[in-house]
């Protein structure tokens, strides 16, 4: 029998769509949105143009078709099942549904006898796509969403004793200044604040332990417990040293040893992916996202793999070595 394995295999999962960092000071008067946003203490920030919707259309009564346009890049063709918005599914047959659209947002609201309006769902741009890449019964189309999806990564970082709202949107946060100053348009005429997103992660780990024919099993030996914190302070180093954002100043070149992550722990082996149909692209190489529809793992995901002093890069249908001192190529969309 093959000798035991004490692994984990962890997800980074979005809690919400891409934010543009132009309306992240609207999710601070939202109690419910700062609620969520402190659920997560892992955070990247990316860049690429705007996208736009345009070209709607009622192809079937049920149906609203439209574009999604990233400006001067993919344009995506896709839709919106109405029926299936999670947020109309408990409404009585009969009721009044009213859609509203612009070019950055699409919203759906319901009317009572008094034709008073509640509004039941809202979306950007990012919030469909995000929404696709999860396999949304509601999403339809949008067939090259990893090309809409397809983000710069320029910094990446945790929230050590706090959360990602207080330490990237709340409070005033060094990196994220610098690439609102520094940054060039992608696209003329652009706001570079519209083009810079906010990416809000949770980690998600999954404690895979077996045991081989000669292993002596003690009590202790079959608890499954883990340190978020030492995961997610590896994982940001992970990220870092093999993708190695622009505005990250230190590269951690020697992950993956240091003292307060995965490395000391005992693992036989360990591993990071994206749980998010997107694409976060360096000079140094990009990385893909994926799930399935009801879980969090694809196979169509690249993963970054840790087994001792080795560290690599998994890209899905080829693998490839990473190299910390030089650039390789990897998937770009």
């Known amino acids: 029998m093959a000798p035991g394995v004490n692994a984990i295999i962890s997800t980074l999962d979005l809690i919400c769509g891409p934010i543009p960092n132009g309306r992240a000071k609207d999710a601070m008067l939202n109690e419910n949105a700062i609620r969520l946003l402190r659920t997560s203490d892992f955070y990247m920030i990316g860049g690429r143009a705007e996208a736009r919707f345009?070209?709607?259309?009622?192809?079937?009564?049920?149906?609203?078709?439209?574009r999604i346009n990233v400006r001067g890049g993919a344009v995506g063709l896709g839709g919106i099942r109405i029926s299936k918005l999670p947020s109309l599914r408990s409404l009585e047959d009969g009721a009044r549904v009213g859609v509203r659209h612009t070019e950055e947002f699409i919203s759906f609201c319901t009317f009572d006898e008094d034709s008073k309006e509640t509004l039941r769902a809202a979306f950007g741009t990012e919030d469909i796509l995000w929404h696709r890449g999860r396999k949304e019964s509601f999403v339809e189309g949008f067939d090259n969403h990893l090309d809409l999806a397809c983000y710069d990564l320029l910094y990446v970082g945790i929230a050590t004793g706090t959360d990602s709202y207080a330490r990237l949107i709340q409070k005033g946060h060094t990196a994220r200044q610098q690439i609102l100053s520094e940054e060039p348009q992608r696209y003329p005429g652009a706001r570079v604040s519209d083009e810079i997103f906010l990416m809000l992660f949770r980690a998600d780990p999954l404690l895979i332990k077996s045991w081989g024919k000669e292993d002596e099993?003690?009590?202790?030996?079959?608890l499954m417990t883990y340190s978020n914190e030492r995961l997610v302070k590896d994982a940001e180093k992970a990220f870092i040293a093999v993708l190695k954002p622009p505005y990250n100043k230190q590269l951690y070149s020697n992950y993956p040893k240091g003292k307060d992550g995965n490395y000391s722990v005992g693992y036989t082996g360990y591993s990071y992916s994206l749980s998010d149909g997107i694409v976060l692209r360096t000079a140094f190489g990009s990385m893909k996202g994926a799930r399935e529809k009801h879980m969090a793992m694809s196979d169509e995901a690249d993963f970054i793999s840790i087994k001792g002093d080795s560290v690599t890069l998994h890209i899905a249908g080829a693998d490839q070595k990473v190299d910390a001192s030089a650039p390789f190529s990897g998937y770009v969309s």
């Open 54 to 66: 345009g070209g709607f259309r009622f192809v079937e009564p049920d149906l609203l078709e439209f």
């Open 217 to 222: 099993i003690e009590g202790e030996d079959v």
